[in-house]
């Protein structure tokens, strides 16, 4: 079973059985239990047997794998083969979509969120774009267009003046390291951009929380705070955000002056063993050196073997915007966003104006099952410190806000507009 990045091949039945055994194995060890959600994995795979067997390519054993993980209603659980490189558009083109109705003509994809640095954004697209075709077939709900990294993508989208235009969309290249317990393939947008948008208002547009220990993007974060100065209140615009994990620690202690209590991360290890939260390991500062890195890896990495943590803000001190945060979230804001906002709700540090997130907040883990292929499955479970969880739940906003296809297509970003009236009276 060898191939080229996302070419198909067949796929024996003996190798298909190994593999579901495997995952299955590491599905009943590994994935954690989430209150009423304790999906019967022997149980689905052992139901989904033929179906599993009959799918003899790549592409059609991947596809019934993830079909039958999705009915265990987790987040961060996929099947897919360490060779390849599809995408779908927010890891691709790091661009997300609504659903619009084109006054009658049908529902269309709408972009809507599309972040600095990122494929789409570099090509030309902006919020409030109509995806009509991909490479020149047509694309609408429900079917979400899915990219290949590595080869560019033709688009044609419609304007909000009415015209239409052809976009070339350049992919980065997938990593070529074929490694076993690979990620899933990714284009990396600007972690966090900044601007001044009047004297007083600093804007912050966070995409993702980048690095394994958080230094990464704890410097390019201080960075982009510093380029507005000593803003007295602030936009923090969390809308797609794409996750990471304890990056968002910087974040999260830029809202507050003190050490604060954010919340905790068990896995099923920990949680089948019995734990106080004031007894798991505590991350309440960021790595500034090599010599913080190899410490943190000694203690989290080989004397921490269980990996269940808590977290605690950093104790940076005052900042002249507190008190006068307002936070844009929506539904496509996910797992370390959603806890970042989270954390904001549950303090009183911000006031969040968007919609409802996606409830996406679980550790996931790759683990390697044979022949190439890799499962990711939630490993660990997040719970904010009073105990609440995220997952299948979200972070509703203070102050609902939908995106409009008409705002935008007069040029206006209704969800900014109302975090600045918002911000005005703070």
Known sequence: MTGQPDSDFRVEPSAIRAIV??????????????????????????????????????????????????????SHVAFFHSSGSSAPARYAINATFCSADLNGAGERWMFQDVHPGGPAERAGIRPGDILLEVNGKPSMPPSLPTFTLGQDADLLVSRGDGSTASINVVLPKAPANGKPGAKPPMAEPTSVTASMLDQEVGYLRVAFFPGVNGQRFA??????????????????????????????LRLMSSLTPDRTPVGYSLTRKGSDRGWRRESLP?????????????????????????????????????????????????????????????????????????????????????????????????????????????????????????????????????????????????
């Open 21 to 74: 055994k495997k995952s299955v194995d590491l599905l009943e060890s590994k994935c954690i239990r989430l209150g009423d959600v304790a999906p019967d994995w022997r149980g689905l795979f052992a139901a989904n047997e033929a179906s599993l067997e009959r799918a003899s390519s790549r592409a059609a054993f991947e596809t019934e794998m993830n079909r039958v993980l999705a009915q265990g209603r987790l």
């Open 219 to 248: 410097r390019e974060f201080e960075s982009a705070l510093a380029s507005i100065g000593e803003c007295r209140r602030l936009v923090v615009d969390l809308r797609g955000n794409l996750g990471g994990f304890v990056g968002s």
């Open 282 to 426: 505590c991350v309440d500062h960021l790595p500034k050196g090599r010599l913080d890195v190899l410490r943190m890896a000694l203690r989290f990495l080989v004397l921490n073997r269980d990996r269940s943590i808590r977290l605690t803000t950093e104790g940076l001190g005052a900042r002249p915007f507190h008190g006068r945060v307002v936070m844009l979230i929506n539904e496509h804001t996910l797992s370390a966003g959603e806890m970042v906002a989270a954390f904001a709700a549950e303090n009183r540090l911000a006031t969040l104006v968007g919609t409802r997130t996606g409830g996406q907040v679980l550790g996931g883990g790759n683990f390697a099952v044979g022949f190439g292929f890799v499962l990711r499955l939630p490993a660990a479970a997040w719970f904010m410190w009073s105990g609440a969880a995220v997952e299948g739940v979200g972070v509703v906003p203070h102050i609902g806000v939908p995106a409009h296809f008409q705002s935008y297509k007069c040029g206006v970003d209704g969800q900014l507009a109302a975090a600045l009236e918002t911000l005005g009276t703070l």
